[in-house]
């Protein structure tokens, strides 16, 4: 009878094991699919920011006392904008790759989630705004709408990330503990 006990138990531990080892699975495909998505969406919001700055200029032109530094305004403000694009860039490219890598079973601080977070909060703090302003002035321009629904997709993107990223790390504490757990039962089974 006790060693009927004893295979139940170690049953439900290789049954626990392997519906663990489909969430790990899962939880890393996603995280994969999620670094991948956000570099190409890093890549289209860069694209979209240079492509409303060549379409619509700063008019430094309209005002008469920075008529003379308007050739060195706009510099100024391509460098600046360059350089904030860059770092966003960077910044995205830095937490896809991570998490990529992670996925891969390659183990990564968490401070890639930490700035997966503030990137989130930073295209949240952007799309309010745009979509109170839709509601209250009642005009769907093309392409803001366009915009809107990359910026949410970016989210979307980032929020699954995190999310595939903290759930992979329990599932992984998890098959570590449940593999110690297999391990000590299969220890005491030999000496008993």
Known sequence: MENMTENTLQTAVVITQNDNDKKIRKYRSSLSICGISVIALGLWA??????????????????????PFAGLLNVFMFSV???????????RVFVGLSAIFESRGKTRKPVYIALAVIIAGFIAYNVLPTIISMLRMRKFLFTTIASLLLDISS????AELISSSIRLKIALRRDKKEKRKTKRLTTEQKAG
């Open 46 to 67: 860069v694209i979209k920011t240079v492509f409303n700055m060549v379409m619509n200029p700063l008019n430094i032109d309209s005002i008469p006392e920075l008529k």
């Open 81 to 91: 904008s360059a350089v904030i694009l860059t770092i966003e860039l960077g910044l």
């Open 155 to 158: 989210f979307a993107v980032l």
